[in-house]
């Protein structure tokens, strides 16, 4: 039985240009402890949530299309595997149709089965389909 990664679509009332946009401004919908720019091919930035925190680098980039994060370090520091999101993948693709856009995004790596799958499933089910979704339709989203 294959393994599927975490994945969620949520569909917004934007132009592909904003939501990639809004994707970007990650201390709006994700992390209020934010640092670096997560904007360009090569980029790096950091959240932090007390004693966990996730680097990341922009590792894939098509202008108003897709966007990959490479996690290059973490401390999950809430279950044994600390470092259990390290290589894995958060892509965001998106496709626009009647000014409206679709954004996929699937969390490479994160599967079912793994350490934190259940805690990270809630995570990204409310920070995508509700802060993202919200912060790109209503301009305001709830970062932790």
């Known amino acids: 039985m294959e393994k599927k990664n975490f994945h969620r679509t949520i569909t917004v009332n934007a132009s592909a240009k904003e939501a990639m946009n809004k994707i970007s401004e990650v201390n709006l919908w994700w992390a209020k402890n934010f640092s670096g720019s997560a904007k360009k091919l090569n980029d ?10 996730v680097d990341f680098q922009i590792s894939e980039l098509v202008p108003d299309k897709k966007v990959v994060w490479k996690v290059t370090d973490c401390n999950l520091h809430w279950i044994k595997a600390k470092k259990e999101w390290k290589n894995t993948e958060v892509v965001f693709e998106i496709s626009s149709e009647n000014k409206k856009s679709k954004i996929d995004f699937t969390h490479v790596g994160l599967v ?19 802060s993202l979704a919200n912060l790109i339709n209503e301009g305001k989203g709830q970062p932790e």
């Open 112 to 130: 079912p089965g793994v350490e934190c799958y259940n805690d990270c499933e809630t995570g990204w089910n409310g920070h995508v389909t509700m």
């Open 44 to 53: 790096k930035f950091s959240v932090h949530f007390g004693d966990t925190f």
